[in-house]
């Protein structure tokens, strides 16, 4: 009761009640955060991160995903927890449904009703710059750790820092738009989400709004469907600062291209600032609009880069003061944290997935941080060979394995010979790597992350049901553990 009390104490001083949806986004935020932090932030940002929130005609609260992957995979997984957690936080106990896009329910009742507020709370999440002072950044995606005190800076990032803080400072745009880019992982959601919580924190606060290109993509096409696009532009215009992270993702997708260069061009017309962050330069973007790779190539474009040890060392030492919050047993001795920073040099994300799993295997069952538990868990994650194993060499071995080539598994053949050793691969390469959905399905001939989902999925179904496939895998798993 103390908590249902809290979280709509917390909605009121957020002023979420009035979006005309009874204090739902402020709960929402409860509840992410809290999944958050029990899934893992790499989960979360794939899986739940691109849920949305609204209200039913009947009250219930709706809960949806971007595709119906998503949301079974997140039924399956998730569904009890989020309903357990809301039920904790909501004094109305409303019912909670989990549905995809293409749902009825999908369809927001409060953007029905036109109300610009009401609408706000029904697009995607996104992060609005508080003017109130001391008011908490949206646990739910990562700002009250992504900040700019705790990003470390070194020759691989230094000239990108150098501008977030510029920027943040200025008071008109120094640079528009400001564009990161560089590999997975290697800190540009992290930056971005850091200049988003500054500029409240400037003598002259400005709103931001922090989106990924997937929530820009899907709030327009929502509002498209809808026929009422007004709304979803003055969200996305509305604001002083507009950052969009994942821009690569919009690429080739003609009608929002256009929506994102007509947004980019407004905001900048209106001194407003832009930031934008991407896996390839501008110049590089497979954007199909000759203007946007223009506008987007006439700002500044700061490049990411791979941490070096003295970097890697920082990054660690910072995670584990982060973990320590929560684990204040946490001891990582100095020899650990070198033996870590030097061997994990594949990137911070990789860094705080082995921390997390060292955490997992030490602190939270009250056991000491140990060598023979850290090089468990590089064993876990196959990060213990001098060589990480890479999503190729599963494809090559599974290949071999099953008779047939690297390239028929990453084709469109949907044949059973083809399909079975495909699944494997996909199911492999999400238990040996750190590889995201996303980026596995890329790497399997440019599919979706929801197809790697079902793969996964349809393996471990398998498994469960004793099918000899778990020979295979063993054998496999074996062989390319070496
Ligand atoms: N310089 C840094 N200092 C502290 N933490 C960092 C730094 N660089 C990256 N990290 C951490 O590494 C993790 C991954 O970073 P982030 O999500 O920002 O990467 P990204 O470049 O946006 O990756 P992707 O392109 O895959 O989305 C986060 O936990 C982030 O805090």
Known sequence: MALNKLAVAEAKTAGFEVDGTGGISAIWRQVRSRLRDECGQALYSQEIARLR?????????????????????????WGARIRAIWSELDATHRAVHLV?????????????????????????PVKEAQTTSGSAADPAIGETRFTFDSFRVGPANEVAAAAARTVVGAQTPPFNPVFFYGDYGVGKTHLMHAMASAFEHTS???KALYLTAEEFLSGFVTAMRARDTIAFKETVRGVDVLLIDDVHFIAGKLKTEDELLNTIAALIA??????????????ELQVSDDRLRSLLTGGLSCPLGKPDLDLRRQILDCKIAQAKCHYPVLDVPEAVRDFLAARITTGPRELEG???????????????????AVSTALRELSLNSERRLTVDDIQKAVASHYGVTPADICSKRRTQSVVRPRHVA??????????????????????DHSTVIHAVNKVTALLEAGDPVGDDIDRLTRELQG
């Open 354 to 372: 082995v921390l997390n799993n060292v955490i997992c295997r030490t602190a939270l069952l009250g056991l000491p941080v140990t060598m023979e």
């Open 100 to 124: 995809d896009e293409g749902s009825s329910e999908a369809q927001p009742v409060v953007a029905r009703r036109a109300e610009p507020a009401a609408r706000l709370a029904a697009e995607p």
């Open 204 to 206: 002259r606060p400005r």
């Open 270 to 283: 209106e001194n407003k600032q832009v930031v934008l962050a991407s896996h390839r330069p501008p110049a």
């Open 426 to 447: 996909m199911y492999l390469a999400k238990t040996m790597t750190t590889r995201s959905l996303p980026d596995i399905g890329r790497r399997f001939g440019g599919r």
């Open 53 to 77: 929130v609204s209200v039913s005609e009947s009250g219930a609260v709706v809960i949806v995903a971007p595709s119906q992957f998503n949301r079974d995979w997140v039924e399956d997984h």
